[in-house]
Structure formats: C-alpha cells, structure tokens
C-alpha cells in the first residue's frame, strides 16, 4: 500500500472538506396531486412520473384491494 509522502497540513485538509457538505435536495411541485417531489423522481404520494402511474403507493394499493373486494362480493352475488 500507498504511503502518503508529506503530511497534509490542516490547512489543506479543511481546505478539501469544504467541498463536502451535502446540499439540500431539490423539490419541484406534482403536476396530478400538486405535492412536493423531487425533479426526475417518481412522486412519492400519487406514484405518478411523466403524467403515468408508475409506483404502487399505500393508496393505490387500498383502492386496488377495495375494488377487488367489490368485484369479489358481485360475483358472489351473482352465482348466489
Ligand atoms: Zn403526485
């Protein structure tokens, strides 16, 4: 292994790590529901990208089970 050949002085070092710090992330509005997400990024609440449903969010995934039910219950209905 590598052995630094001078030592880095404090200077220099913090010099370097003012480079490091972490910026906040970017957030833009959802055009469907209006929530705050991030640019290029899938909205967290609705799921949607580029105006399509691309994520099963809690919601969707409620509503999806909540019409399955009703389908189910129809169908029994029916045969009953
Ligand atoms: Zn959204």
Do not use: D, F, W
Request: proline share 5%; aromatic share 4%.
């Amino acid at each position: 292994m590598s052995v630094p050949k001078r030592r880095k002085t404090s200077s220099k070092t913090k010099k370097g790590r003012s480079h490091q710090a972490l910026k906040n992330p970017n957030y833009t509005k959802c055009p469907k529901c209006g929530a705050s997400a991030r640019p290029h990024y899938a909205c967290i609440e609705c799921g949607s990208y580029n105006s399509r449903e691309v994520l099963k969010t809690r919601a969707t995934k409620k509503a999806g089970q909540k019409a399955k039910k009703e389908a189910q219950a129809k169908k029994a209905q029916k045969t009953s």
